[in-house]
Nanobody, 116 residues
Framework: QVQLVESGGGLVQAGGSLRLSCAASGSPFIFSINTMGWYRQAPGKQRELVATITSGGNINYADSVKGRFTVSRDNAKKAGYLQMTSLKPEDTAVYYC????????WGQGTQVTVSS
């Protein structure tokens, strides 16, 4: 069983930056072969994709965050990261990390609040 734990959320002013981390338990091999994704859910809205990074390093971003967010992973540390810059109030949401491929695991989420 894999557990994902997000950290790094908080309150930041518009234009600021935050770095989210996602720490995974379990086998490093299992972590390395799966895709990692970041999703977010704002109040009253559906959960949406923010970014994904495959085991091979292929990256995909939502249009709304391109050029502002950077996703990365460190397989040796079983960790994923989401560097967020030029934050906007509309980025306010609970951010979740996800590991998927053979199985599908989600973290509990971390709140990001961007004040105007």
């Amino acid at each position: 069983q894999v557990q994902l734990v997000e950290s790094g959320g908080g309150l930041v002013q518009a234009g600021g930056s935050l770095r989210l981390s996602c720490a995974a338990s379990g086998s490093p091999f299992i972590f390395s072969i799966n895709t990692m994704g970041w999703y977010r859910q704002a109040p009253g809205k559906q959960r949406e994709l923010v970014a994904t990074i495959t085991s091979g390093g292929n990256i995909n971003y939502a249009d709304s965050v391109k050029g502002r967010f950077t996703v990365s992973r460190d397989n040796a540390k079983k960790a994923g990261y989401l560097q967020m810059t030029s934050l906007k109030p509309e980025d306010t949401a609970v951010y979740y990390c996800r590991m998927f491929g053979g199985s599908d695991y989600w973290g509990q989420g971390t709140q990001v609040t961007v004040s105007s």
